[in-house]
């Protein structure tokens, strides 16, 4: 008996529970924790429509949920906003408490704009919030999540994520523009940001996970169910010895790093999306500039901001033109529907009127007759990087590009934009656009690309302030041709040797590096020119999870052994550990396949265009290539020391030309070719 005593003791403080008949108790299903949601708004009425509809879509029981909204100081509708909302979906929840104060003017009386941040609007927004945290506790909620109305969760499953992770203070990373984003990574003595080297790889979600920063804002997510969360407080004069600002969300962060309540914030899935907080000299209006960013990020980024049915009346769009231009066409495959709806997001948003130009797919084309459409292939064609011939996808793309010259030369068009349909335009692109087309009316141009990828960035000589004079370049995602020019590509006959597009453009403006290919084209009189910085980038980049090229993964023109490429997943290269330290990885499946084709230099290059890519900066092109190859080379079963020769002239190689890589390339091969000698050595 006493025995069973005991063993009851120990189990019940072992943790697992056990019934009078000896079996398991398990699969007790608990109910998801309750959340209150707690939003001041002041002026957001064209954000709001976003934000509740994010709110609305959150993948989250509405009855564990309770809403806390105040809105008060507004020129604008966002009360009426929030009412409309509330009143189709208020009742779906726990609660919905809505305070509202349309008399209490427009400023607080020491604020120079709405935007100011001054003494009284801080002391207000601390009272608010805390009358917000007070709320939280008297209903007894679990967690409480702080929001600010521009906050755009399109992941829905954000809230539920986020508390399954068990974190007293969590905020989901949000992507902003450029290198914004809603935590800090150091703090100043002082109490200010300070920027660490912790920061870029987070933000840019080179590394993911939860990371305990010391400070979050903008979203967080507050555990109330530690009795240390009842110290935590957003009220400077609450807080003992504290003499940093008056300031809610530092005092916040503060205070809970005194009560060692660690703050966390998450990047381990794309949440969502926040605009660029206004400072105080901004004009107001520019808001509406900053929301059509988010906008077009969260386009590019195949997640488009939601918008409720109901709430539709509350957002403007710009009047549609062509920017200047005599036509915009956008090339589109009709089977890729999806990527159609969400660039003609984009052109609503932007205000752009675009002429949708069916391209031709490759998949119809019948590579062995293509006399019948009097095509003749580039003999001896091949692709520089992964030696193979010319897919269908890239005639097909070559057929679409030519028939718009075409018809620009048909129709007498002076000026037109030719987008492709996988891409992103980069903030501020109206204002842009048009300053481009300002600087280049003083040119006598024939082409200028607005998106490409560059391969010699350092080498190339500005024309204007904004434009340059390409060098040797991939890709043709969108560029400005004149009635000129498009002549010009339709006299070179392309059709009788036909090469990639993107090779032929290079050709005809004569940087094309190979002269075999060249020798083909007698005249190469193009003027090119190319924005700089670009104002269009590829939606995904090549390797990423959901990049499909049309391009490459046609079937090839003729067979090639070298399928892996398309099979690399980012993430996978994402392992490579550049910067931080000396670790390199490539995941074994990648490596197998290397070593089974035995493609090492291919694959030496397609790590290192994907790794560069991710980097989104030639600059880091160095590092990148050096990352490859020795994450390829360690890969290798070890020990590798009969190739260190060859390894220390390519580390000479990149440091001597540490900005053109490129340059190195023979070396890389001798590198790879030594290790991988080696490896069937040592393997047999
Ligand atoms: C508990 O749930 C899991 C997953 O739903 C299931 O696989 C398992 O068989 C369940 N166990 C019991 C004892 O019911
Ligand atoms: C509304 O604002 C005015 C001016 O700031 C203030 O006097 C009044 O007390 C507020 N009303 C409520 C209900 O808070
Ligand atoms: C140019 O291309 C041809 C045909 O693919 C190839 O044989 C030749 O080696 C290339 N020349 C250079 C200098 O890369």
């Known amino acids: 008996m006493e025995l069973f005593v005991l063993a009851l003791l120990v189990n019940f403080f072992s943790g697992s529970l056990y019934s009078c008949y000896g079996e398991d108790i398990k699969n007790v299903s608990y109910k998801l924790p309750t959340v209150g949601i707690s939003v001041l708004v002041r002026n957001k009425a064209h954000t709001l429509p976003y934000f509740l509809t994010c709110i609305r879509d959150l993948d989250y029981p509405k009855n564990r949920l309770y809403l806390w909204i105040h809105s008060d100081f507004n020129e604008d509708k966002s009360i009426e906003v929030i009412e409309k909302w509330a009143d189709k979906y208020a009742s779906l929840y726990n609660g919905v408490h809505i305070t509202t104060n349309s008399s209490s003017g427009r400023l607080h009386k020491d604020e120079k704009s709405s935007i100011h941040w001054s003494p ?92 305990e920063v010391p400070m979050v804002h903008t979203a967080v997510l507050v555990d109330l169910r530690s009795r240390a969360s009842d110290h935590l407080t957003y009220n400077p004069e609450k807080i003992r010895y504290y003499d940093g600002p008056q300031d809610d969300i530092i005092a916040f962060a503060v205070n809970a790093k005194n009560h060692d309540i660690t ?136 057929l679409s590009h030519y028939y718009i010259w075409e018809e620009i030369v048909e129709k007498r068009h002076a000026i037109t934009l030719v987008l492709e349909d996988d891409i992103h335009f980069v903030p501020y692109f109206r204002n842009r656009f048009m300053r481009l087309m300002r600087e280049i009316s003083t040119l006598d141009w024939d082409l200028v690309y607005i998106g490409r990828k560059i391969l010699l960035d350092d080498e190339e000589q500005y024309a204007t302030q904004h434009t340059t004079r390409p060098l040797y370049s991939y890709w043709t995602l969108g560029y400005l041709l004149s009635e000129r020019g498009a002549r010009k590509l339709l006299a070179a006959r392309p059709l009788d040797r036909m090469l990639p597009v ?154 001597a030309h540490e900005l053109q890589p490129l340059k190195c390339h023979h070396l890389v091969k001798e590198f790879m070719r030594c290790a991988r000698r080696h490896a069937l050595h040592s393997h047999s």
């Not at 969400?342 to 932007?350: A, D, I, V, Y």
């Not at 910067?579 to 084709?597: C, D, G, M, T």
């Open 120 to 211: 009284e609007h801080f002391k207000h927004v601390i009272r608010l919030r805390e009358n917000a945290l007070e709320f939280a506790r008297k209903m007894w909620a679990d967690y409480l999540l702080m929001i600010d109305a521009d906050v755009f969760l399109t992941n829905p499953s954000t809230l539920k994520e986020l508390v399954s992770k068990g974190l007293p203070i969590a905020a989901p990373m949000l992507v902003s523009d450029g290198l914004y984003s809603n935590f800090w990574c150091g703090m100043t003595d002082n109490y200010y940001y300070k920027r660490t080297d912790d920061y870029k790889p987070i933000q840019r979600m080179e590394k993911q996970g939860c990371f």
């Open 263 to 398: 703050l966390f914030v998450c990047n381990d899935d794309l949440y969502g999306f926040a605009p660029v907080p206004l400072e105080d000299n901004h004009d107001p209006k520019s808001d509406f500039e900053q929301l059509l960013n988010i906008k077009t990020e969260a386009i590019g980024r195949g997640s488009p901001l939601p918008l409720d049915e109901h709430l539709q009346d509350y957002v403007k769009y710009p009047d549609l033109w062509k920017f200047g231009c005599s036509e915009i066409y956008m090339i589109n495959l009709e089977r890729r529907n999806e990527r159609r709806e969400l660039m003609e997001l984009s052109f609503k948003e932007l205000g752009m009127d675009v002429k949708h130009f069916m391209a031709v797919d490759g998949r119809n084309l019948d590579m062995n007759n293509l006399k019948d459409l009097s095509i003749t292939l580039m003999p001896n064609y091949e692709d520089p990087y992964h030696k193979r011939p010319m897919k269908a996808g890239e005639v097909g793309c070559f």
């Open 502 to 655: 993107d090779e032929f453009l290079p050709i005809m403006f004569d940087q094309h590096p190979n002269a075999t290919w060249k020798a083909h084209f007698q005249t190469r009189n193009i003027e090119a020119y190319s924005a700089a910085p670009l104002l269009v980038h590829p939606t995904h980049y090549t390797g990423q999870e959901g990049y499909i090229s049309d391009t490459e993964d046609s079937d090839l023109v003729t067979d090639a052994p070298h399928h892996y490429k398309n099979e690399l997943s980012f993430f996978e290269l994402f392992h490579c550990k550049c910067h931080e330290s000396n670790e390199y990885y490539v995941s074994e499946k990648v490596y197998r396949r290397a070593f089974s084709s035995g493609a090492y230099e291919d694959l030496v290059w397609e790590v290192a265009a994907s790794v560069r890519e991710s980097y989104a900066e030639l600059r880091d092109s160095c590092a990148a290539l050096q990352c490859a190859a020795d994450a390829l080379g360690d890969a290798l079963p070890r020990p590798a020391a009969p190739c260190d020769e060859q390894r220390r002239a390519l580390q000479a190689c990149y440091a």
